[in-house]
């Protein structure tokens, strides 16, 4: 049995009419609601309310808000003026048949329109995220490529220097044996000049043997080097700047850590976390990420105190999408770079930023979006800067607004 609902309230001004049903308490999923330009109705089993409206409304403006027990219609009028009664005086059943059956049918033309433009709009989406991803699959393969004609060009040009060393190499070995060659027989000759010079002196000798003097007595004559630590001699040396070099190894030796002290198989630049650093820019410059997160990775290793390393190092993570890591090092960074000491507000930029765009890409975009607002305090005259925060606004407000439909 269907109980009509009578305690319903209504208002209205010249352009708008508001209608408030109470449903009972019951739920929101339970209730039919038909809304046309003529006709309403709200069914909520056993209760039901329908309205004959006495003028025209525009359906596709008006709306309808469920909550607190209370179903509130704002209706927008097609003519604006003051109704005498919210709904026609008729009891006609046979009119008020065809307005419910046209009702019905505008209504299923309606919801039909819907899904229609929902589906069209699901396509479409699929359709550009399809278009996305091909675009994206391209963009990597090209990048790939360009590695791969950048590594051969590299390949190519270590070959011919290789065959260009070796060229110079069996080249300074010829001139080399020439001059061998050339020693040897100017040695010969002076052998032969040697030899008759020493005969000729020896004959003397026996000319002169009953002239010479006995003699001296033999003895040994010992004699010392004073101990160095450079391999030239004392006098070739420049005291100065042997001591000062002595000086800055010892230091550096005291001052060392206990993970340099495990890396003494590195050369003594790869023990220069500054040497390191400029390593891995170069390898992040030329795309080969990895190369530069290790080179980062092992100058952190050495020197744990250089904000400039963990936040590279994010930037790295970031281009190999290892974004949790990515968003660790910024933090590191950004720990590093206290922003109590004034000097440090324009080195916190980079990190900043780099940990709100890792925090987006793992779609966490309120905590991106307080990254990219802390890092326009720094530098609000950046432009792209505030593009990007504004983007990230839109983002969210759509969100919400998805969620909230």
Known sequence: MTLNVKNYTWTQTESTVNIRVPIKGARASNVDIVSTDEYLKVHFPPFLFEAFLFEMVDDSRSTAKIGNGVIVFTLQKRACRLWEHLMVHTNDKETMREIRERAQQQFQQK??????????KQHAD????????????????????????AEREKASAE???????????????????NQIQERAEDQKSRFKVFTKFREACNNLKKKKAAKLPPERPRGNIRFA?????FPTALRESQMAEEEEWLRAQAEARGAASADALELTDLTKEERNPDWLKDKGDKCFRVGDYMG???????????????????????????MLKNLHKAIQDASEALELLTPAVAANATARLRPT????TAFCLLQLYE????????????DPHNQALQADTQSIRDVIQTSSARQLH
């Open 111 to 120: 919801v039909c329109a819907e899904s229609r433009e929902k589906a069209e």
């Open 126 to 149: 699929k359709k550009y995220a399809l278009q996305t991803m091909i675009q994206l699959e391209k963009e990597e393969k090209d990048r790939i490529q360009k590695m791969k004609d």
């Open 159 to 177: 070959l011919e220097a290789l065959q260009q060393r070796q060229e110079a190499q069996e080249k300074d070995q010829h001139d080399i044996d």
């Open 225 to 229: 080097f004073t101990p160095r630590a």
């Open 292 to 318: 530069a997160l290790n080179a980062y990775s092992l100058a952190i290793r050495i020197n744990k105190k250089i904000p400039a390393l963990f936040s590279n190092r994010a930037a790295c993570h970031l």
């Open 353 to 356: 930023v780099r940990r709100g």
């Open 367 to 378: 905590e991106g979006l307080q990254d990219y607002e802390a890092a326009l305090k720094i």
